[in-house]
């Protein structure tokens, strides 16, 4: 009896913190936006969030694909509050083709609230 009651009592805790390690308790957050290159918007890439550990985030990182120009992370791949260097890449160039943007990779530090938030980049065209 008393090792049933054990057992019981253990699931329970156990499921109890498997509630508190769910997406709404993560302290994420989610960001949105916009991304524009030589003032268009970028047609496809990806922003890519790291927690600045320099200015003393040591957070999740997260990440968002960027569509026409737009982007929104999930709430899992969101930011905490905190200075984040964010990293945006550009659509590879696919042999042969001329309709390609020719983007370098570009970086840049943010420091986001602690809330959902939403956020432009617009990065200078490559000279």
């Known amino acids: 009896?008393?090792?049933a009651w054990r057992r019981g009592a253990l699931?329970?805790?156990?499921?109890?913190?498997?509630?508190?390690?769910?997406?709404?308790?993560?302290?994420?957050h989610t960001v949105s936006g916009t991304v524009t290159y030589d003032t268009k918007p970028?047609?496809?890439?990806?922003?890519?969030?790291?927690?600045d550990a320099g200015a003393?985030?040591?957070?999740?990182?997260?990440?968002?694909?960027?569509?026409?120009?737009?982007f929104t992370t999930s709430r899992n791949m969101g930011?905490?509050?905190g200075p984040y260097i964010?990293?945006?890449y550009g659509p590879p160039v696919e042999s042969g083709s001329m309709n390609h943007v020719d983007f370098p990779p570009f970086e840049t530090k943010h420091d986001f609230p602690d809330k959902d938030t939403e956020v432009s980049f617009d990065i200078p065209a490559a000279k």
């Open 1 to 3: 009896m008393r090792v």
């Open 42 to 51: 970028l047609p496809k890439g990806r922003v890519m969030f790291e927690p």
């Open 79 to 81: 930011v905490i509050g």
């Open 56 to 70: 003393g985030n040591r957070g999740p990182s997260g990440s968002a694909e960027i569509v026409d120009g737009k």
């Open 11 to 28: 699931a329970i805790v156990l499921g109890l913190l498997t509630l508190g390690c769910g997406p709404t308790s993560s302290g994420r």
């Open 86 to 88: 964010v990293r945006i």
